[in-house]
């Protein structure tokens, strides 16, 4: 049984930096990836950022390219989003999710979810 579970959330004021942490545990980490999505209220669900299983390979949305960084440690069974520079358009709840393909940004291609981490930007 695969399981994810986010941590590291928290109220922060923009500009501040934050990195979130997903420990993946149940699947073996020599395939597939793990990506972020993030879903602010009234919105639905989108991609932030992916990582194949080795690390060599990453996608991020444009909305957060050059100041996020997702990165993994496999020996800890933990993806990472380093945030930096948040803005008030950051806010929102923030998943972890593992799925089959590094380059998918659909939220249908990713199977296992976890239950999500709450960042708010204070401007």
């Known amino acids: 049984q695969v399981q994810l579970v986010e941590s590291g959330g928290g109220l922060v004021q923009a500009g501040d930096s934050l990195r979130l942490s997903c420990a993946v545990s149940?699947?073996?980490?020599?395939?597939?990836?793990e990506a972020w999505f993030r879903q602010a209220p009234g919105k639905e669900r989108e991609f932030v950022a992916s990582?194949?299983?080795?690390?060599?390979?990453?996608y991020y949305s444009d909305s957060v390219k050059g100041r996020f960084t997702i990165s993994r440690d496999n020996a800890k069974k933990t993806v990472y989003l380093q945030m930096n520079n948040l803005n008030a358009a950051d806010t929102a709840v923030y998943y972890c999710a593992t799925g089959l393909r590094v380059s998918s940004k659909d939220v249908r291609d990713y199977v296992y979810w976890g239950q999500g981490t709450l960042v708010t930007v204070s401007s």
């Open positions: 149940g699947r073996v980490l020599s395939t597939g990836a």
């Open positions: 990582i194949n299983w080795s690390g060599s390979f990453t």
